[in-house]
C-alpha cells in the first residue's frame, strides 16, 4: 500500500496561469477528499467525493475551482486563473467509508503563486 | 463551528515531560480521532476514542473523551524531540473538519 499520493509536491507559477493538482487515492478507498492549509484559516475542506461522484463542493472558493474523478484511482483539482491568493498547500485525503475508518493523508502539494 | 477546536495553540516543552493538549466540540459525536502533522507532512491518524469510551491508550499516547464537557484531551508521557508536530482533532463526523491544532515543539 503505497498510501496517497499526490503531484506535483510543489508548484511555483505565475498569476493568470491554470494549475492541475493531482492525486491517486487508496486503492478501494470509496471517499476523497479535497484540503486546503493556510496560516490564516486552517485546514478548510473545499470538496469531496464519493464513488468518483462530487457530493458536496460548498467549500471550493470560487468559480476558478474544479475538481474531478474519471475514475476510482485518480483526481485533479484545478485553478484557472490562478492568483497569489491561492498560495496554500493542498491535502487530499481518501476513506473507504465514513464510520470509524479514519482519512489518509497525502503529503500535499505547495503551490505558490507570483 | 462543526471542527473540534484544539487548545492550545502552541506548546513548548522540554524532552521527557508530559504534553497535553485539549479538544473541544459543540455536537454529539459517535468518536473522536486525534491525528499527527509533521512539518511538511500530510495528517497521519493516531487514534480513535468512540463516544462510550472514557480513555483509551496508544503507547505513549494517552486519549480521555468527556460526553459531558464535550471534550477530550491527548497526553504524550516522556515526550521526545520526534513527537514535535501539530495535533488536530477530528469529532468523527460524516464530513471530516478539522480545527487549526496545536503546535507543539518538544525541546531536546
Known amino acids: 500500500d503505497a498510501g496517497v499520493i499526490q503531484s506535483p509536491r510543489h508548484e511555483v507559477t505565475e498569476m493568470g496561469q491554470e494549475v492541475t493538482l493531482r492525486c491517486k487515492p487508496i486503492s478501494g478507498h470509496d471517499y476523497l477528499f479535497w484540503y486546503r492549509q493556510t496560516m490564516m484559516r486552517g485546514l478548510e475542506l473545499l470538496i469531496y467525493?464519493?464513488?468518483?461522484?462530487?457530493?458536496?463542493d460548498s467549500g471550493m472558493p470560487e468559480d476558478r475551482f474544479s475538481a474531478k474523478m474519471p475514475n476510482a484511482s485518480f483526481s485533479t483539482l484545478k485553478i484557472q486563473p490562478s492568483e497569489p491568493r491561492d498560495s496554500a498547500v493542498y491535502f487530499c485525503?481518501?476513506?473507504?467509508?465514513?464510520?470509524?475508518?479514519?482519512?489518509?493523508f497525502g503529503n500535499g502539494t505547495r503551490l505558490t503563486v507570483t | 463551528s462543526q471542527q473540534g477546536e484544539e487548545d492550545p495553540q502552541a506548546l513548548s516543552i522540554q524532552e521527557g515531560e508530559n504534553a497535553t493538549m485539549n479538544c473541544s466540540y459543540k455536537t454529539s459525536i459517535n468518536n473522536l480521532q486525534w491525528y499527527r502533522q509533521n512539518s511538511g507532512r500530510g495528517l497521519v491518524h493516531l487514534i480513535l476514542?468512540?463516544?462510550?469510551?472514557r480513555e483509551k491508550h496508544s503507547g505513549r499516547l494517552r486519549v480521555t473523551l468527556d460526553t459531558s464537557k464535550k471534550s477530550s484531551s491527548l497526553l504524550i508521557t516522556a515526550s521526545r524531540a520526534a513527537d514535535t508536530a501539530s495535533y488536530f482533532c477530528?469529532?468523527?463526523?460524516?464530513?471530516?473538519?478539522f480545527g487549526r491544532g496545536t503546535s507543539l515543539i518538544v525541546h531536546p
Open positions: 476514542i468512540r463516544s462510550n469510551e
Open positions: 485525503a481518501s476513506s473507504p467509508d465514513r464510520g470509524l475508518s479514519p482519512l489518509h
Open positions: 467525493f464519493n464513488n468518483n461522484v462530487p457530493i458536496d
Open positions: 477530528e469529532r468523527g463526523s460524516y464530513i471530516p473538519t
